[in-house]
């Protein structure tokens, strides 16, 4: 516990591991034609095939495609993804994430993206490393707030691919009603299906020809409708039948639309993301951070609420679920041991594997060079019912000993004797087992040693513990019984 306390050893959900594949996802600006993105797309690619650890990559002009479900999760013509397959790791001389570093620094140059990320492929699709959503009733009080903490991730070592998913629109001219038009009888949904249907047309009548249904659209000759001041000249038709100029009742100013809305619990949302760089920062430490100046962020930015979301609440699912099992499991065993023993002090003593185990697992990952991650805390929850049995057959040993008749310490020494040979058995098939897994370089493996880390060396200190620590508690509890009973 002092190592994980004075961060001797980091704590991580889910680290970044070396990785054979890795994904670039391209923006540009809303609106930019698919050629435009091919051509910013080539540009990568023969930034990409330069490398050489790259075996091959394939190109998506115009959508991009989910890591975690195999289908297409956009497809707008300002988008673009490439897959890109490395060679193995046991051949390459750097990582995937000093790939992806130096592959930042040469396409930082490329003009005009809204956004170039670099993610690699492996393990659980956990989220981002930062995910802060900031939610509120309008995008006039979110994005300044959005803004904010961007500029606060920028300033921290080792953040790096900061980004939002708020999309701004293309130009767009805006038609806000005056009072006029309320007088008039005039709405906002009656002007804006005049304008629609005067440039855009609208459906008078449905003829058929053949087989063919063909329909007669009704709208302003081209010359009509070809230019912005065209618009101002517009006549609306009020409820009377009366016309009047557009201009006398609404007011035209040019504005900025919106590509997309994000909702969360009926409100606006937009969702701030980033990466971070394991050898210089601590995706957990920065959101302990920022989760403790949320309030003083809300209190400078009026109307928002923040939330953490991404691998930080995949985490927290996780935990909750682990530790909930966890609690559930001891509580069975203490249950299954005390019948066994019919006593409710026993039980105890060989449930003390269970603490002393999380010693063999934080001195297993200090060894190791390994951070402790969700599978090292499921390998600690899988290695509480294994600890426990070289305690089982010890006690059980004793108090069949101590039933024939034999003196406690007798007992004892006896069951050390008898059953020491089973014990480093059991312990050592398990943790010879395991061995080759944590011996293993391949990506395949690399995401289940920190799981075999917790069981190979905690159950190696819980054994030798076990043969020291569970007699010695045997005989405080037995005298405490001597002493209980003549008292009584």
Known sequence: MCFVAGRRIEVVSFPKMDSDFFVAYLKMPVGTPAKQTEAVLKRIENIVKKLPDVKQYYTLIGGQISMET?????????????????????????????????????????????????????GPAAGADVAIEVKGDNLTDILPAVQDIKDRLAKLAGVYDIRDDFEAGQREIKVKLLPSARTLGLTTQWVSQQIRSAFYGITARTIQRASK??????????????????IEKLWISTPTGKRVPLTEIAVLYE??????????????????YASVDPARGNPDEIMDMFESQYSQIELM?????????????????AMSSIWSGFIIAVVLIYVLLACLF???????????????????????????GYSITLLSQIGYVALAGIAVNDALILVDYANRKMRAGTDRFDALYQAGMRR???????????ILGLAPLMAERSFQARFLIPMAISITFGLAIATLLNLLLVPALYLIFEDIKVIGRKIW
Do not use: C, W
């Open 420 to 430: 020491l040979r089973p014990i480093l058995l059991t312990s050592l098939t398990t």
């Open 255 to 272: 504005g900025i639309g919106y590509a997309a809305i994000r909702h969360t619990d009926g409100q606006r949302a937009v969702t701030i």
């Open 213 to 230: 249904s063909v329909d007669i659209v009704v709208r302003y000759d081209l010359s009509n409708r070809n230019k912005l001041s065209d």
């Open 70 to 122: 195999p289908e297409l999760k956009t497809t707008q013509p300002y988008v673009g993804q490439i897959l890109v397959e490395l060679i193995p790791m046991e051949k390459r001389s750097r990582t995937s994430e000093q790939i992806l570093n130096a592959l930042r620094k040469e396409t930082s140059h490329i003009a005009g993206i809204d956004s170039l990320e670099f993610e690699t492929m492996g």
């Open 301 to 317: 930015h009026p109307g928002i609420n923040l939330a953490s979301t991404g691998s930080r609440r995949e985490n927290a699912r």
């Open 342 to 368: 019919r006593s409710y002090i026993q039980p105890v003593i060989v449930m003390i594997s269970i603490p002393m185990a999380f010693i063999g697992v934080t001195l297993g990952h200090l060894i190791m």
